[in-house]
T-cell receptor
Framework: QKEVEQNSGPLSVPEGAIASLNCTYS??????FFWYRQYSGKSPELIMF????GDKEDGRFTAQLNKASQYVSLLIRDSQPSDSATYLC????????????FGTGTRLQVTL | GAVVSQHPSRVICKSGTSVKIECRSL??????MFWYRQFPKQSLMLMAT?????????EQGVEKDKFLINHASLTLSTLTVTSAHPEDSSFYIC??????????????FGPGTRLTVL
């Protein structure tokens, strides 16, 4: 069983719509959760992180965390073509090293 | 803030040579840096955790004698790919951990180094 799972996509949404990206994780003791965006050929860029159950908003992005169900999601409002990228979910499953376990990413395509 | 640089951005070398990649945290100190490798259309694979002033911790299956890591200061870690071969061609990305060592710490990534071994 993969530790962090994401649908590989592609997820296609029209410009201006809401894109919903989902991620599930296997370790119930996981404590912090991160969303990164990666454009083709580039390195990951941090979008936002969340630690507590509920929603966290930052501009057009909202992260949602449900520890009981072991899922975390990212909503992108008013999607733009420039949002087209691969979105990586990363989970810190604890430990002093603060290593992140990454999902395989969901490719988002925002169409005109 | 939280800027991480990597050098070189791209390198092409002959098989059998060694390549050194530098990772620097420009505006914060990082006691821990991480080295990842990413093959085309695959996700990030953690290679090792680099700790300032101590030996790196390598992930299972990663040869420590082939991938030498040195974390000489709080802002610099280097990865040396020794005797590189074509199968080592990949996108190498470092990240630096910002924070005091807890689970709230955040990793910021460098821009990556694309290595091509001929």
């Amino acid at each position: 069983q993969k530790e962090v799972e994401q649908n590989s996509g592609p997820l296609s949404v029209p410009e201006g719509a809401i894109a919903s990206l989902n991620c599930t994780y296997s370790d119930r003791g996981s404590q912090s959760f991160f969303w990164y965006r990666q454009y083709s050929g580039k390195s990951p860029e941090l979008i936002m992180f969340i630690y507590s159950n509920g929603d966290k908003e930052d501009g057009r992005f909202t992260a949602q965390l449900n520890k009981a169900s072991q899922y975390v999601s990212l909503l992108i409002r008013d999607s733009q073509p420039s949002d087209s990228a691969t979105y990586l979910c990363a989970v810190n499953m604890g430990g002093t090293a603060s290593k992140l376990t990454f999902g395989t990413g969901t490719r988002l395509q925002v169409t005109l | 803030g939280a800027v991480v640089s990597q050098h070189p951005s791209r390198v092409i070398c002959k098989s059998g040579t060694s390549v050194k990649i530098e990772c620097r945290s420009l505006d914060f100190q990082a006691t821990t840096m991480f080295w990842y490798r990413q093959f085309p259309k695959q996700s990030l694979m953690l290679m090792a955790t680099s700790n300032e002033g101590s030996k790196a911790t390598y992930e299972q299956g990663v040869e420590k004698d082939k991938f030498l890591i040195n974390h000489a200061s709080l802002t610099l870690s280097t990865l040396t790919v020794t005797s590189a071969h074509p199968e080592d061609s990949s996108f190498y990305i470092c990240s630096a951990r910002a924070g005091t060592g807890g689970w709230t710490d955040t990793q910021y990534f460098g821009p990556g180094t694309r290595l091509t071994v001929l």
